[in-house]
């Protein structure tokens, strides 16, 4: 028995080397091994084959029930198809957003009232139709759908036919992911988690003053260890201890993140907006720099948590009183950004996760605060896996569970230049801060390549706020108005010329009834020669 527990103790061991060589080293030395990104390569050709493979299933089928079809369609590779983001969505005719493209147009003045008045309830019905087949908002909030399949059993719902050899690989894969994947980054993820909180804790300790006194009482301690009192020593130490952290939960998570644009990054003492599709885009980002968190103050495991954070680095952490408090929240992001070696503090201005398809509405709050934003786009590829962490259906757990058992996370991260809040150069005011949050909004969605929304995203879980819905209405307000402006118009200039027509005709018939002046006019009109 002891001889079989030491021959487990040993394979443990070895065990724990091997991660600690190819995981926990390269993290702490911020390089690679290359073996993730061969392994990701070695993927797209496995989905670019399977792809492949049920395009001519598919195609043989259409053929087989249809003898009309002489040639099959063409097969399309996964290069073609892992960047694009189809999600079968439906084409909307009559979305609010058009109102003032489709009513009362020019070419509609002229008709009567009523006919109008219809044709602006067709089009609000029309409109409510399509919302209620599938809106706008719930389309950000459901998982991004496949052009083709990745081996992945909750992404076959769009194929009811696998041939052997597909039936094979996928069942390797799933003995390949849940026995060798999921193992290897749950034990690299308790790693991190050892690390974590050693490497803060002792960085937390050489902010405390006891420790420091100790060393300073004790000539040995002090000897050895007087750098522990050098500011810039401590810094480098946080700074370590947060940067190495990250890497190991990259690695963990099995994500791969791709940073463009690196001149751009977002510099100490600054505030930091991205785009939000799961609580792992903290790690993603993280993984280059260490950011500032902001959010509120929670209790139990979490709450122990943010403590641990807190003592290593400077985070903003709100009561739950002062978050409905936006004069607090906006003295706290500036009392941060004013101290030049805080990091920059990391902000999700959508308030919620979106689907990595659109950006959603951005909040004032933060932009509020300052005139210096750095805006960073993050898209996560989905024939990896699926980064969208959708609260509403799954927990923490299954989440992480899901994203442990998926073959790779693999994200593009773009960091944008700084954004300053411009003015208005004729009057000179500033920019307010609904228009910068656009300006920044449109900015991250054009470099992320996502669809720019301007719907709230807590519509999710929130019914529609009465300021939105009477914003509707007063644009349509605006467009009757304008319309009748416009008929308006038309009148006037139409009465004026039927004036000046009738007036032309009064002089002609004034011409006619008077026959005195006639040969006047005659003589007039022929030539110079004639008259003479």
């Not at 690196?262 to 505030?271: C, M, Q």
């Not at 993603?284 to 680095?313: E, K, M």
């Not at 400077?314 to 009392?335: C, I």
């Not at 070696?341 to 933060?366: A, D, H, W």
Request: glycine share 4%; charged share 25%.
């Amino acid at each position: 028995m002891w001889r079989y527990l030491a021959m487990m103790a040993q394979s443990g061991l070895w065990y724990l080397a091997l991660i600690s060589l190819t995981s926990l080293l390269p993290a702490a030395l911020g390089s690679e091994l290359g073996f993730r990104r061969m392994y990701i390569r070695l993927l797209v050709r496995l989905f670019d084959w399977a792809t492949d493979r049920l395009e001519a299933d598919n195609n043989d089928e259409t053929t087989n029930e249809d003898n009309h079809n002489d040639t099959a369609a063409p097969r399309k590779s996964l290069a073609s198809l892992r960047n694009q983001s189809s999600n079968d969505l439906i084409t909307k005719e009559a979305s609010v957003q058009s109102m003032g493209k489709r009513l009362r147009r020019e070419s509609t003045l002229e008709k009567p009232e009523h006919v109008q008045i219809a044709e602006d309830c067709m089009f609000f019905m029309n409109s409510g139709v399509e919302a209620i087949i599938d809106d706008e908002v719930t389309q950000c909030f459901r998982p991004e759908q496949l052009s083709g399949w990745n081996l992945l059993a909750r992404t076959t719902s769009r194929y009811q036919f696998m041939s052997v050899k597909l039936t094979a690989i996928w069942f390797i894969g799933v003995v390949f992911r849940w026995c060798v994947l999921m193992p290897w980054r749950v034990s690299v993820c308790l790693l991190g988690i050892m690390w974590m909180l050693i490497s803060m804790f002792v960085a937390e300790s050489m902010k405390n003053r006891r420790v420091c006194e100790l060393v300073h009482k004790y000539a040995i301690l002090r000897y050895y260890f007087s750098w522990i009192e050098n500011e810039d020593t401590r810094l480098k130490a946080a700074y370590w201890a947060n940067v190495v952290t990250y890497r190991i939960f990259t690695r963990a998570l099995g994500a791969i993140v791709n940073y463009h644009n690196r001149e751009n990054l977002p510099k100490t003492g600054s505030i930091c907006v991205a785009n939000h599709t799961t609580v792992i885009d903290i790690v993603t980002l993280s993984n280059d720099r260490p950011y500032a968190l902001i959010g509120q103050v929670h209790g139990g495991l979490l709450g122990w948590f943010q403590r641990r954070l807190s003592g290593c680095t400077e985070h903003v952490w709100f009561e739950r009183s002062e978050l409905r408090d936006r004069t607090a929240v906006g003295r706290r992001l500036r009392d941060h950004t004013k101290d030049p070696r805080n990091y920059p503090c990391l902000i999700f201005p959508e308030g919620t996760c979106i689907n990595n398809t659109s950006v959603m509405q951005f909040k004032k709050g933060s932009f509020e605060a300052t005139d210096r934003i750095y805006p960073v786009a993050i898209k996560y590829n989905p024939w990896f896996g699926d980064a969208f962490y959708n609260s509403s259906k799954f927990g923490m757990t299954i989440y992480l569970m899901r994203v442990f058992t998926s073959w790779a996370i693999v994200a593009e991260v773009y960091y944008l230049p700084l954004m300053i809040r411009g003015s208005n150069s004729d009057s000179g005011e500033m920019e307010d801060s609904i228009d910068f949050a656009n300006r920044c909004k449109a900015a991250i969605a054009a470099a992320g390549g996502l669809v720019d929304r301007n719907w709230d995203g807590n519509l999710k879980r929130s019914r529609v706020k009465t300021d939105d819905v009477r914003r509707m209405q007063s644009l349509y307000t605006e467009i009757l108005q304008t319309a009748e402006e416009k008929l308006e118009f038309r009148r006037k200039i139409s009465e004026k010329e039927n004036k000046l027509r009738q007036r032309q005709v009064n002089q002609n018939d004034d011409i006619d009834t008077r026959p005195d002046i006639l040969p006047q006019i005659a003589m007039a009109e022929q030539p110079h020669t004639a008259r003479v």
